[in-house]
């Protein structure tokens, strides 16, 4: 049975950093993309970042050059380093698996339960 465990959210000043882990379980991930999505109160899910099994990434522009995505392989493990936050990163992050670079939440079949990230000004 395939889990994703998110973990490492919080509450952050304007400015401060996070690093969110991702922990993956039973099932097979090395050939797939690992996605980062988010959802604020009242918006719809969104990307922020995913990264592939050759550490190719891709971001949203609402993240580039604050945000980075990585994974290690053998601990079947993804992270979203977090930098340089603003009150607009608040949100529920999601962790997912998905069969490529996809921006779209429809393309990947697996999710986390979500991690509560609250940035304060």
């Known amino acids: 049975q395939v889990q994703l465990v998110e973990s490492g959210g919080g509450l952050v000043q304007t400015g401060g950093s996070l690093r969110l882990s991702c922990a993956a379980s039973?099932?097979?991930?090395?050939?797939?993309?690992m996605g980062w999505f988010r959802q604020a109160p009242g918006k719809e899910r969104e990307f922020v970042a995913t990264?592939?099994?050759?550490?190719?990434?891709y971001y949203a522009d609402s993240v580039k050059g604050r945000f980075t995505i990585s994974r290690d392989i053998a601990k079947n493990t993804v992270y979203l380093q977090m930098n340089s936050l603003k009150p607009e990163d608040t949100a529920v992050y999601y962790c997912?698996?998905?069969?490529?670079?996809?921006?779209?939440?429809?393309?990947?079949?697996?999710w986390g339960q979500g991690t509560q990230v609250t940035v304060s000004s």
């Open positions: 997912a698996r998905g069969t490529g670079p996809w921006r779209n939440s429809r393309q990947y079949d697996y």
């Open positions: 039973g099932g097979t991930f090395s050939s797939y993309f």
């Open positions: 990264v592939g099994w050759s550490a190719d990434t």
